[in-house]
C-alpha cells in the first residue's frame, strides 16, 4: 500500500496512490481511515510530506561506507532533526547564509505507526506503519564547527520526505540512488545498513517514547555532494518512488 498527503481544491487530504490515481480516504493511515470513493489523478494535486510527525530523529554513520575511516559504532548514533525542516516533495531546498558547503544525503526513512517504548526489534518491527524516501540535507561546515547540529540539520527545508509511505516492502533490502541533475552520486542497497531499520526502532525506544507519525532517517551511504542553487536532487528507494527537489539559494 502507498499513502500519500496533497493538497487538493485547497484541501489537505489523505490518500492511496494506485499508478497515476490518487483514492482519497476519510481519516489518515496512522489513526484510522476508510476510502471515499472519490479519485483524483496524480497530476492534479499537489504532494505534501507524506506524514506530520512530532519527532524526526536520524542515524548517522550507519553504512560502512560512509564511516570514511571512523570505528563502526557499537550503538545507532542518533541525532535529532526537527518537524519544521520537513520539506515537500518537488519542495525547494534552501541554501542558507552562512554555510557554502549543504550536502546532499539520500536515505530510507522509517515511519511509526504505534506508540513504542522499550521494544525488543520483533516488537519494534511490528510497531512500524512503513517506510517512505528522505534526504537529510546538511550544512557541512556548521556541523563540524557548532556544538549541536540543530541549524546544521534542521535548517528550514533541510529534511525533504515521500513521495509516500509504502508498507509491506522488506525495509532491509531496497535499493537506494541519490542523483544530482541526472548524475548518480550514491547507489547502494539498505541490506548494508549497519544497525537494521527494527534495531534502530528498538534502540531507540529504550530512551525515548516513539509516539504514532514519528520518523527515523536510518543513514546514508557512501560519500555525499555539495549543492549549489540550480540543482536538481533525486532520492529514488526501490518499492517507493521518486522523492525530487531543486536547490535555490535563501
Not at 483524483?40 to 507524506?50: E, Q, R
Amino acid at each position: 500500500m502507498k499513502f500519500v498527503r496533497y493538497l487538493s481544491d485547497g484541501h489537505v487530504s489523505y490518500g492511496t496512490l494506485s499508478d497515476d490515481t490518487v483514492n482519497e480516504l476519510n481519516g489518515d493511515p496512522i489513526s484510522g481511515y476508510s476510502e471515499t470513493g472519490n479519485t483524483v489523478a496524480l497530476g492534479d494535486v499537489k504532494l505534501l510530506a507524506p506524514v506530520t510527525p512530532g519527532k524526526v530523529l536520524a542515524v548517522g554513520l550507519n553504512y560502512r561506507s560512509h564511516l570514511n575511516g571512523a570505528p563502526e559504532p557499537a550503538n545507532p548514533e542518533i541525532f535529532i532533526k526537527t518537524p519544521t525542516c520537513l520539506n515537500d516533495p518537488e519542495g525547494d531546498i534552501v541554501l542558507p547564509a552562512g554555510d557554502d558547503n549543504v550536502h546532499a544525503e539520500g536515505e530510507l526513512v522509517v515511519v511509526i505507526k504505534n506508540r513504542t517504548k522499550g521494544a525488543t526489534p520483533e516488537e519494534a518491527a511490528a510497531n512500524i506503519l512503513g517506510v517512505t524516501c528522505g534526504n537529510d540535507v546538511s550544512a557541512r561546515t556548521w556541523q563540524s564547527n557548532d556544538l549541536q547540529w540543530w541549524r546544521a540539520k534542521a535548517s528550514d527545508t533541510f529534511g525533504p520526505v515521500g513521495p509516500a509511505v509504502v508498507t509491506g516492502l522488506d525495509y532491509n533490502a531496497l535499493q537506494l540512488e541519490t542523483r544530482i541533475n541526472g548524475e548518480v552520486v550514491q547507489s547502494q542497497t539498505t541490506a548494508d545498513l549497519i544497525f537494521p531499520v527494527e534495531a534502530i526502532v528498538s534502540f531507540v525506544s529504550q530512551a525515548m517514547t516513539l509516539e504514532p507519525g514519528d520518523i527515523i532517517f536510518t543513514g546514508t551511504p557512501g560519500t555525499t555532494s555539495a549543492l549549489k542553487a540550480g540543482d536538481v536532487v533525486e532520492v529514488e528507494l526501490e518499492g517507493i518512488g521518486l522523492l525530487k527537489n531543486s536547490v535555490v539559494d535563501a
